[in-house]
């Protein structure tokens, strides 16, 4: 299995919710990476998890909260949202984080916040 | 934070070679160079990646120039499934995970 997943593909949400992404690989990646991305721009990185630990925090609002409960899970928790913070989000794992090893991404989740 | 710097497009004809250039001049030398492709509404492929040497894979060729300041990625053939928006990154391995991916080249190719 060669796949990362994510969940849902697509999600609108008001800015007074709360709602969460999911994102799953069974490859046995101890690196997993939470990205967003506007429309014809390139993916920015916001978190890094090393052995379900976060390793890299991009100074990211506190709206967003990652979370890695086990090496094969990853979440993304969303609250209070803004307008601009509607975007693609690309869950991606690797074998490590060392630059020897390449990302599988998934698919993303479309976010529009309303 | 590092960055590449990429042509904004090319276009190349259908089983024609193409090379897609990319300038990474602020690398340090234990930073990998990494080629990730995306086509619309997907997320980003992994393509190939090196260090210092040549690479060599079943999607495509890596050139990294003796500086490692440049890098150029090569498909030997195109099809219209190359189609895509193509990021160079580079590495950064003294900062476990960090990669910044750059404005990237939208390839197109004509039948």
């Known amino acids: 299995d060669t796949e990362v997943t994510q969940t849902p593909k697509h999600l609108v949400m008001g800015m007074t919710n709360k709602k969460s992404l999911k994102c799953e690989q069974h490859?046995?990646?101890?690196?997993m990476y939470w990205y967003k991305q506007k429309a014809k721009k390139p993916p920015e990185l916001m978190f890094v998890?090393?052995?379900?630990?976060?390793?890299i925090n991009e100074s990211v609002p506190s709206r967003f909260s990652p979370e890695c409960p086990n090496s094969s899970l990853l979440n993304l928790h969303l609250h209070a949202l803004q307008p601009e913070d509607s975007a693609l989000y690309l869950c991606?794992?690797?074998?490590?984080?060392?630059?020897?090893?390449?990302?599988?991404f998934g698919p993303g989740t479309r976010l529009t916040v309303l | 934070d590092a960055k590449t710097t990429q042509p904004n497009s090319m276009e190349s004809n259908e089983e024609e070679p193409v090379h897609l250039p990319c300038n990474h001049s602020?690398?340090?030398?234990?930073?990998?160079i990494h080629w990730y492709r995306q086509l619309p509404s997907q997320g980003p492929e992994y393509v190939i990646h090196?260090?210092?040497s040549n690479v060599n894979n079943r999607m495509a060729s890596l050139a990294i120039a003796e500086d490692r300041k440049s890098s150029t990625l090569i498909l030997h053939r195109a099809t219209l499934r190359d189609a895509a928006v193509y990021y160079c990154?580079?590495?950064?391995?003294?900062?476990?995970?960090?990669?910044?991916f750059g404005d990237g080249t939208t390839l197109t190719v004509k039948p």
């Open positions: 990154l580079h590495y950064d391995n003294t900062n476990a995970g960090k990669s910044t």
């Open positions: 490859m046995g990646h101890r690196a």
């Open positions: 602020t690398i340090s030398g234990t930073d990998y």
């Open positions: 998890y090393s052995y379900e630990k976060l390793s």
């Open positions: 991606a794992s690797s074998l490590g984080t060392s630059g020897r090893n390449e990302q599988f």
């Open positions: 090196g260090l210092t």
